[in-house]
């Protein structure tokens, strides 16, 4: 069986800082970790995704993240928030040859100026 | 790019009523999926499809049945819509199963009176 939880159901920072989202998932086989994007009144978009390649993923808009087995961790940060960025974010996790994807509850980010 | 409609943006309908969401992908893929999208629970997978005419249970299908009857077109039917069905629809699409990125549709926001 596999799960996600993200800390965190807001995320506040000012325009400059650095964003971290925290995602930790679980999962009995290797996982296939993403990260998407909601703008409002739109659908998801990927941001990034691990498959088993390099450990540190890079995505769009300056976003990456970093996979961590021994802490189950997949968490998304940026250098510099932008105004931008403001949006809803899920982690989500699904595994090679399998259907689902499970999603988590998702990290609303508010960017200040 | 690769592109999946919804046939509406927001949608009223009466409780008892039959609701058809449909939705249309234009990449050949041969996954499709219905999620509802719930403020903190994130994105729960209501069906999905591997193949024409193919269907399977995701893990909310209660009061809910879907129709693959062409690749690109995947509908998602509410026999008797309740009210403990408004919520946000969202179809998605993906070449692969499991390691590859879900496309998404704009979604539709559904209220039922």
């Known amino acids: 069986a596999q799960s996600v939880t993200q800390l965190g159901s807001h995320v506040s920072v000012s325009e400059g800082a650095l964003v971290l989202l925290r995602c930790n998932y679980s999962?009995?086989?290797?996982?296939?970790l993403f990260w998407y994007v909601q703008y409002p009144n739109q659908g998801l978009q990927l941001l990034l995704k691990?498959?088993?390649?390099?450990?540190l993923v890079k995505g769009i808009n300056g976003f990456e993240a970093e996979f961590k087995k021994s802490e189950t961790s997949f968490h998304l940060t940026k250098p510099s928030a932008h105004m931008s960025d403001a949006a809803e974010y899920f982690c989500?996790?699904?595994?090679?040859?399998?259907?689902?994807?499970?999603f988590g509850a998702g990290t609303r980010l508010f960017v200040k100026a | 790019d690769v592109k999946v409609t919804q046939s509406s943006r927001y949608l009223v309908k009466r409780t008892g009523e039959k609701v058809f969401l449909e939705c249309v992908q234009d990449m050949d893929h041969e996954n499709m999926f219905w999620y509802r999208q719930d403020p903190g629970l994130g994105l729960r997978l209501i069906y999905f499809s591997y193949d024409v005419k193919m269907k399977e249970k995701g893990d909310i299908p209660e009061g809910y049945s879907v129709s693959r009857e062409k690749k690109e077109r995947f509908s998602l039917i509410l026999e008797s819509a309740s009210t403990n069905q408004t919520s946000m629809y969202l179809c998605?699409?993906?070449?692969?199963?499991?390691?590859?990125?879900?496309?998404f549709g704009p979604g539709t926001r559904l209220l039922v009176l």
């Open positions: 999962s009995s086989v290797p996982p296939y």
């Open positions: 691990y498959t088993s390649a390099a450990t």
């Open positions: 998605a699409s993906s070449l692969v199963r499991g390691q590859e990125t879900q496309y």
């Open positions: 989500a996790v699904s595994s090679f040859g399998g259907f689902k994807t499970i």
